[in-house]
């Protein structure tokens, strides 16, 4: 008797081990495909069932799972213990700006272990946000961390850092994660890399952003050990198409030998303004052999959409492209980052990859419907694109850099990048010896595995 529990507590520990290990590839435990590999064109969507969709292998060589290093980093992580000083837990800050009306409290009802919890509530929203985070902490550079909390709310709501530095205040708050609303207790868990020479007293902000509520509980931060790829990757992508991505992005990659990977939005290109690119333009890119990647029919927020509107934005993308272009998509980049589970799930149908507006590199554990991004915007300097390329080859990740317009520096166009500073990065990409390839090339390399 003793030896068959023994043998049951063996099988089930094995079991726990692999389901794990499934999940790895999904860090949102509410997306329910565990498989990467893309189902067949749904039949009921006319407009692209005409399409032979290939499905790609599963993934096979992936590392297994973080191995963690040391302790939680967060003080008082469930919010158990009571500041001294007053009616509020320990090590816990709240912030709010902007036009908002929002309630932070101290959450009892039900909460997910102990007795306490964090919560918000936005009453009242016209723009700003609101968040609860911890007192910031001095990480390690050069080092990979994962945060991991459970959350219930009822919208969406995203994750960003607070960069703590008295010298040099913080401008920019990248996206590093998002989640969907969920009614009840749910794991949201993400991995990030601190660079060597960014500052690293940091916190991971919650972010809500719109009317609605958010309550978390059982917040973690723990150093991780790398998990480098067998070899750094840069990927040049660029989005929208803007007409300078073509007349001057496209013949610097040319002259280099490099091949970009370019998202294209049907509406934009068929009805260009005084800044986007024509179908003469992207023929251009077809005929060169770059990766022509879809970026949605009409460029709106995907996540905000009913399931039938996210199927049409993707298939009649894909209609356009195929016909117009004589291309079939391999992937889709978000039109504003914009994502969601459905988004996410809706994107499996039809595409091998997506690639999404989420800041960081992409590691061997990256989840190819979620490859994150740096992008390069008029703040960006020609010193960050060089350290970007630097922390991919010394980390052996995939940078994956995002660009849209090229041209003369312009303090007004947010997305306008300096050419001179384009061609200095590929210049440099080219000077390291390391390897430059599209998005879909990259997943075949490091993946082991075609979709052609
Ligand atoms: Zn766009």
């Known amino acids: 008797m003793k030896k068959n529990n023994s043998y049951i507590i063996i099988l089930l520990s094995i079991l726990s081990i692999l389901s794990y290990a499934c999940s790895l590839n999904t860090p949102n435990p509410s997306l329910t495909n565990t498989n990467n590999t893309p189902s067949s064109v749904p039949t009921s969507t006319s407009s692209a069932s005409s399409f032979t969709f290939i499905p790609i292998p599963t993934v ?7 191995i963690e290093i040391g302790e939680n980093l967060i003080d008082n992580p469930g919010a158990e213990i009571q500041d001294t000083k007053k009616d509020a837990p320990a090590n816990w800050i709240q912030n709010s700006f902007g036009n908002i009306e929002s309630v932070f ?5 039900d909460p997910f272990s102990g007795k306490k919890y ?15 985070y911890f007192a910031p902490k001095t990480l390690k550079v050069n080092s990979w961390y994962k945060y991991s909390e459970v959350y219930r709310s009822n919208v969406k709501t995203r994750f960003t850092y607070l960069i703590d530095n008295p010298n040099k205040p913080q401008t920019n708050f990248p ?40 309550d978390t509980d059982e917040h973690k931060l723990i150093e991780i050990k790398p998990h480098p790829l067998p070899f750094p990757v840069v990927s040049i992508t660029f989005d929208d198409i803007k007409k300078t991505a073509v007349s001057i992005g496209l013949p610097e990659l040319e002259k280099r030998g490099i091949k970009g990977t370019f998202f294209i939005t049907k509406n934009l290109v068929l009805n260009p ?23 949605s029919a009409t460029h709106s927020y995907l996540a905000e959409m009913t399931p039938d509107k996210i199927n049409d934005e993707m298939s009649e993308s894909i209609k356009f492209l195929k016909e117009d272009l004589t291309i079939y998509p391999k992937g889709i980049a978000y039109p504003f980052g914009d994502f969601s589970d459905i988004v996410g799930q809706k994107a499996k149908t039809y595409f091998y990859y ?39 080859k010394q980390t052996s990740t995939w940078l ?10 312009n303090p007004v166009n947010e997305y306008m990048v300096p050419t001179a500073y384009f061609t200095t990065l590929l210049d440099y990409i080219q000077k390291q010896n390391i390897a430059v390839m599209t998005v879909s090339e990259a997943i075949e390399k490091l993946r082991g595995i075609s979709i052609n």
Request: aromatic content about 10%; overall charge negative; proline content about 2%.
């Open 105 to 109: 409290s101290w959450g009892t009802q």
């Open 400 to 409: 994956i850099l995002l660009f849209h317009d090229l041209g003369d520096p």
């Open 60 to 66: 096979s060589n992936s590392p297994v799972n973080d």
């Open 273 to 295: 303004d005084n800044s986007n690119a024509d179908m003469v333009a992207v023929s251009k890119l077809v005929k060169q052999k770059h990766e022509i990647g879809s970026h």
């Open 118 to 132: 964090l919560s918000i509530s936005v009453n009242k929203h016209t723009d700003g946000d609101a968040k609860w």
């Open 354 to 392: 997506a690639r999404t507006t989420l800041d960081g590199f992409n590691d061997a554990l990256f989840d190819q419907y979620k490859l994150k991004i740096k992008s390069v915007n008029n703040k960006t300097t020609s010193e960050q694109l060089i350290e970007w390329v630097d922390e991919a």
């Open 175 to 214: 996206e590093v994660w998002k989640v969907d609303p969920s009614d009840s207790w749910n794991e949201a868990s993400f991995r990030f890399y601190i660079m060597s020479k960014e500052t690293s007293h940091r916190s991971i902000m919650h972010i809500i952003d719109r009317q609605g509520w958010l």
